[in-house]
């Protein structure tokens, strides 16, 4: 199993994973417990699109498919969901709430914050977040209208002020590549989701994490 990061304060409870798996509805979810126990160490649950009712129950469900194998399930952009789901956390784009808002309302929660670069990550750090999601790194098929990918080198800049997880195009190699220069984690969709075998592709981006 990976290891992970403690926070500090409020959300001592809590760690960051090091391997992200992003869970849509359209994915195979009969395969959450076979990813947690292949040692996805986190989840992290994305339906922009479906209604609150739906959300809900995507994350309850993924919190009830991997949480017995210790992993961490955060909800994209929705505190009030992770709150009533029981998940562990919460990640934040550029258009959700500001940082220091849900960590005043949830202070305990794992808070992630997108950033681009270091004076991004500082800033997500000074309000409170507990990681940065740093990217693209690599040009991701995944979605669409992403800015442009900022390359492996840009981990380095921005490394040491938060634990950064590295997303965008993330396969095994480069995985290992991201960690390598400063990364603390990847996060990962069609790095597994698009393999023709996800457990297989998840145990191979475990162990070039480890």
């Given at each position: 199993m990976l290891?992970r990061?403690?926070?500090?304060d409020?959300?001592s409870?809590?760690v960051?994973?090091?391997?992200?798996c992003l869970?849509?509805p359209d994915d195979d979810?009969?395969?959450l417990s076979d990813?947690a126990r292949?040692?996805v160490d986190g989840?992290?649950v994305?339906?922009?699109?479906r209604?609150?009712?739906?959300?809900?129950?995507?994350?309850?469900?993924?919190?009830?498919a991997v949480?017995p194998?210790g992993?961490?399930v955060?909800?994209?952009?929705?505190?009030?969901?992770?709150?009533?789901?029981?998940a562990?956390?919460?990640?934040?784009g550029?258009?959700?709430?500001?940082?220091?808002?849900v960590?005043r309302?949830?202070?305990?929660l794992?808070?992630?914050?997108?950033?681009?670069?270091?004076r991004?990550?500082?800033e997500?750090?000074?309000?409170?977040?507990?990681?940065a999601?740093f990217g693209p790194?690599?040009a991701?098929?995944s979605?669409?209208?992403l800015?442009?990918p900022?390359?492996?080198a840009?981990?380095g800049?921005?490394a040491?002020?938060?634990?950064?997880?590295a997303?965008?195009?993330?396969?095994a190699g480069?995985?290992?590549?991201?960690?390598?220069a400063g990364?603390?984690?990847?996060?990962?969709?069609?790095?597994?989701?698009?393999?023709?075998?996800?457990v297989t592709s998840?145990k191979e981006l475990?162990?070039?994490?480890?």
């Open positions: 290891s990061v403690a926070l500090p409020l959300a409870s809590r960051v994973p090091r391997l992200f869970v849509s979810l009969s395969l990813l292949a040692g989840f992290q994305r339906a922009k699109q209604p609150d009712g739906e959300l809900l129950a995507l994350a309850e469900l993924v919190v009830r949480r194998f992993a961490v955060v909800v994209n952009d929705r505190v009030d969901v992770a709150l009533a789901a029981g562990d956390g919460v990640h934040l550029a258009d959700d709430l500001p940082v220091a808002h960590r309302i949830a202070p305990a794992l808070v992630g914050a997108t950033c681009r670069d270091r991004a990550v500082e997500a750090a000074a309000a409170g977040a507990s990681y999601g790194v690599w991701s098929t979605k669409a209208g800015p442009a900022l390359g492996p840009a981990i800049g921005a040491g002020v938060l634990p950064l997880v997303i965008g195009g993330v396969s480069r995985a290992r590549q991201a960690c390598d990364a603390h984690g990847v996060a990962v969709i069609a790095g597994i989701w698009g393999a023709r075998d996800p998840a475990v162990a070039a994490i480890g």
